[in-house]
């Protein structure tokens, strides 16, 4: 390493080839990997989890919205704390947490506690996400090199989210439940190492003078726990109760204060003009419409198939082998079809096909399990594109100094989607099942009550990503959209899982 004329040693040369960053690639692919394998391997463990730990069906809906919460609402505070004191220290420190709570789950003995670990687990992630992208982007000078490395960061991710239910399912046939969320352990320490030694402390000239606007980022937190929280409050102690009154009050109070405080403050956690550029708006709306799809669906197909139809664990991660199918062999079609379609339209496209498949689901589920796998191959060939164009686009629409909130954003709008879909799901249920869905064999009238409960979580699902996807295509008029012919898009989109694996 050199020295700079006034005796401080210089930052380190950026690597001239992908495979030169080869320890910090893989550090910064295994946040990923945690990211997206975590709630995808612990969805077909739920039925399990309910059963072993006596757990109601609000219980279980929270044992995988907890981290949802904590993920989403903490994303913005941690990208900004991120940007002010370093990416990389905060990402250590989180994966430093990540790698306790993990461990934590081996002493887990109620439904309490596992959702405290799943909350500390959130956390972490809120943590470790939103420097992540921005890390990938410092390590490199050239951009074709910045973009294949977030490919294949973001591949890894994507490996995680499609084969979790199927490792997940083939584990509980040999082993605990509690082995899934143990595996979070070395992945976490392969991140701590791989970030450790391969990422370059970040230069005092890169990060931001800004104070972080603590107080908006627990008014923005307080306003989505209550958002997720107040309908399941409402089925179970009824609409007239004084609980949901509460927490009704409570959160729209949280609500109005976030809003006042951003639009007020001097360096709000969230500045809206930001959100308000036609792409970001619109990313940002495609990119929800795909969150609230994929875990909806995850979480019905689970219940489909383990509950109403009596698969064991095994039996069940082979039904999801469609989706896997789908998203790992979907890469090599996407920039074809971005540079043929355009980003706008491939967005909205994708978007569309990611709410068929809910209402296939929704509407024709119960008719038999061909069905089911029309509505995983929809949804996961719509996410797969879907996924790509949102983030392009809200990075698109960014200043280039703004890219790591960008990405914090993408995340959040994903991770809150996410969480609106599982509440939704879990809110339906209670209010259409009576009792606990994990102590009841279903048969005759409780069987058609809990395919009705399927029924209306899909269709409702549907709707609401449809209106998202509506929302993307009304808040995307007037984009400045860049043509295909731009250096933007052809450096940016075409670049596929195969043409990454090959660097």
């Not at 960014?398 to 799901?425: I, N």
């Not at 058609?448 to 609401?464: E, K, N, P, Y």
């Amino acid at each position: 390493m050199s020295t700079s004329p006034s005796g401080v040693a210089a930052p380190p040369a950026r690597p001239p080839r992908l495979r030169d960053a080869g320890i910090a690639l893989a550090g910064l692919s295994a946040v990923f990997l945690f990211e997206m394998l975590d709630n995808s391997v612990l969805n077909v463990a739920l039925p399990t989890i309910g059963r072993d730990l006596h757990a109601s069906t609000t219980g279980l809906q929270w044992v995988t919205s907890a981290y949802s919460v904590a993920f989403g609402g903490l994303m913005l505070l941690f990208g900004a704390v991120a940007d002010r004191f370093g990416r990389k220290r905060v990402m250590l420190l989180g994966l430093v947490l990540l790698a306790l709570a993990s461990a934590a789950t081996a002493f887990v003995d109620s439904t309490a506690a596992l959702i405290a670990v799943r909350v500390l687990m959130g956390v972490a992630a809120a943590m470790t996400t939103p420097g992540s992208m921005a890390l990938a982007f410092r390590l490199f000078a050239a951009e074709d090199l910045r973009v294949r490395a977030l490919t294949v960061i973001s591949t890894a991710g994507l490996v995680g989210l499609a084969v979790g239910p199927t490792v997940g399912g083939l584990v509980l046939a040999v082993a605990p439940w509690q082995v899934l969320l143990l595996a979070d352990v070395p992945v976490a320490l392969l991140a701590l190492v791989g970030i450790a030694v391969g990422v370059p402390a970040d230069r005092a000239s890169d990060l931001r003078p800004d104070p972080v606007d603590v107080s908006g980022a627990l008014l923005g937190t307080a306003a989505v726990v209550g958002i997720l929280l107040t309908p399941t409050v409402v089925v179970e102690a009824g609409a007239a109760s004084r609980e949901a009154l509460v927490a009704s009050v409570a959160t729209l109070a949280a609500v109005v204060g976030f809003v006042l405080r951003v639009t007020t403050a001097r360096h709000p956690v969230l500045d809206l003009r930001t959100v308000a550029r036609p792409l970001v708006a619109s990313g940002l709306a495609h990119k929800a419409a795909s969150g609230l799809a994929v875990a909806g669906l995850s979480y019905l197909v689970t219940l489909q198939l383990q509950f109403a139809w009596g698969w064991p664990p095994a039996l069940a991660a082979v039904g999801m082998l469609p989706q896997v199918v789908v998203l790992l062999a979907g890469g090599r079609f996407v920039g074809p079809l971005v540079r043929r379609l355009g980003l706008g339209r491939a967005a909205w496209t994708s978007a569309t096909a990611v709410v068929l498949g809910l209402a296939v689901f929704g509407a024709l589920s119960r008719f038999g399990y061909g069905w089911v796998v029309v509505a995983l191959v929809l949804v996961a060939a719509g996410m797969r594109v879907v996924g790509v164009v949102a983030g392009t686009s809200v990075l698109t629409g960014l200043p280039e100094d703004r890219t790591s909130v960008g990405a914090a954003l993408v995340d959040t709008a994903s991770e809150l989607a996410s969480g609106v879909g599982v509440a939704v799901t879990g809110t339906v249920v209670a209010a259409l099942v009576a009792g606990s869905i994990t102590s009841a064999r279903f048969a005759g009238t409780q069987l058609v009550r809990f395919q009705d409960a399927m029924t209306v979580s899909g269709l409702g699902l549907a709707v609401l990503a449809a209106l998202f996807v509506v929302a993307g295509l009304v808040l995307g008029r007037g984009a400045d959209r860049p043509s295909t012919s731009t250096s933007t898009t052809t450096t940016t989109v075409p670049v596929t899982d195969q043409e990454a694996t090959r660097a």
